[in-house]
């Protein structure tokens, strides 16, 4: 199993400009979510899925899109990027219990 | 929602002396507490975890004891090792809502040679 799949592993934009996180797992989770961890913050939770067709908000969704169209698959969609913005963006997956994270990626706003 | 409190921010200790990292939750629904590492430029991972139908697990040198009437967890590690420095983070949930977890802040643990 490759576990949680991420990319890009680094991404820089521009102010306005929008893009799309990759977010897939091999593990068959019901469970997906979206963190962004800012220093000294710890990981905040953008967005989450509970199974394909079902998502919600989380503390910080302003300026971030989610769908889940398939188990496996949860792409994260920054609509109007923002120098706010710039953060480490991690996915992660569950069944309940233990979250199995990506690699993470890491993205600046200039 | 639920509010996550993480003390001490750093923590520094000698190479062999334990380690205490505490937590306070704010959701009484929560029922599922875990404990992540993350390495320098690396992803959490979990490192142990406890349900709220127990009061303390172990784990090597690793313990999670649990105080539900408190809502405070705390993490301690025995007779730590240079490679046990890391940032840990505290967690809560309700398992039932998996992936709706809320964090703490975060410790700097440093362990010094």
Known sequence: NAGVTQTPKFQVLKTGQSMTLQCAQDMNHEYMSWYRQDPGMGLRLIHYSVGAGITDQGEVPNGYNVSRSTTEDFPLRLLSAAPSQTSVYFCASTNGGEAFFGQGTRLTVV | ?113
């Open chain 2, 1 to 113: 929602g639920e509010n996550v409190e993480q003390h001490p921010s750093t923590l520094s200790v000698q190479e062999g002396d334990s380690a205490v990292i505490k937590c306070t939750y704010s959701d009484s629904a929560s029922n599922y507490f875990p404990w992540y590492k993350q390495e320098l430029g690396k992803r959490p991972q979990l490192i142990i975890d406890i349900r709220s139908n127990v009061g303390e697990k172990k784990d090597q040198r690793i313990a999670v004891t649990l105080n539900k009437t408190a809502k405070h967890f705390s993490l301690h590690i025995t007779e730590t090792q240079p490679e046990d420095s890391a940032v840990y983070f505290c967690a809560a949930s309700i398992l039932r809502f998996a992936g709706k977890s809320t964090f703490g802040d975060g410790t700097t643990l440093t362990v010094k040679p």
